[in-house]
């Protein structure tokens, strides 16, 4: 009964770590090759934070496809791995990683001077809504078909 215990904690522990480095990785591998998916004005150094806070008003609408889809599809991922990987409170550690990262967005939105309408649309589309349907993917049972 305490292996059982101690092996539930140990992998829901692993749930959640594995669920925010994967989910990281997926963002920051988008991130670093949206360039060549959506150019990015010449004067920007994504690498560089202060390139981005400097040159920030030469984005068109198009340059912001590429983090919303980086934010969106970093936290599917890791609630996804998260929620599969949980024995227990699937839903939870979910939702777990969907806050992680849109704390993660809260702090890139003070940071860097996005339009409003892409702040807005990122916080409240690309973290919870996604965690919630990386939990629904997560559970989906396929019916055989005979």
Known sequence: MRNLKIKRILQNTIALIAGFFIGGTVNMMLIKFSG?????P??????????????????????YTMPFLAHALGTLTGAYIAAKIALTHKLE?????????????????????APL???????LLAYIPMALLAYRFANLRLSKQN
């Open 36 to 40: 060549s998916i959506v150019p990015l």
């Open 42 to 63: 010449k004067e920007i150094d994504p690498s560089n934070m202060l390139s981005l806070k400097e040159n920030m008003h030469l984005f068109k609408p198009i340059n």
């Open 93 to 113: 550690f979910a939702l777990a990683i969907g806050i992680l990262f849109l704390i993660g967005g809260i702090i890139m939105s003070l940071t860097l001077p």
């Open 117 to 123: 309408w892409f702040d807005l649309t990122d916080l």
